[in-house]
């Protein structure tokens, strides 16, 4: 399973590839669908995390007196 941002990215678009395979059954697509969610909400939650340690550095950087 992927680990970090990119390659959280890679499996969703890997998997919307396979869904516009036209020889994919039902079945498979719905598997992939609720694969390629997954992979696009922990992309998510891993670019939220950043995005709060940014903010967290420029909140400690914005306190250091001069």
Known sequence: MA??????????KAIL???LESDITMSESM?????GMKA???AQKL???AV???E?????NTE???
Do not use: C, G, R, W
């Not at 680990?3 to 969703?12: G, H, Q, S, V």
């Open 52 to 54: 709060l340690h940014v």
């Open 56 to 60: 967290t550095i420029k909140q400690q």
């Open 3 to 12: 680990e970090n941002f990119e390659e959280k990215l890679e499996d969703a």
């Open 17 to 19: 590839q396979k869904l």
């Open 40 to 42: 696009l909400q922990e």
């Open 47 to 49: 670019l939220d995390e």
């Open 31 to 35: 598997k992939a669908y609720e694969e």
């Open 64 to 66: 250091l007196p001069e």
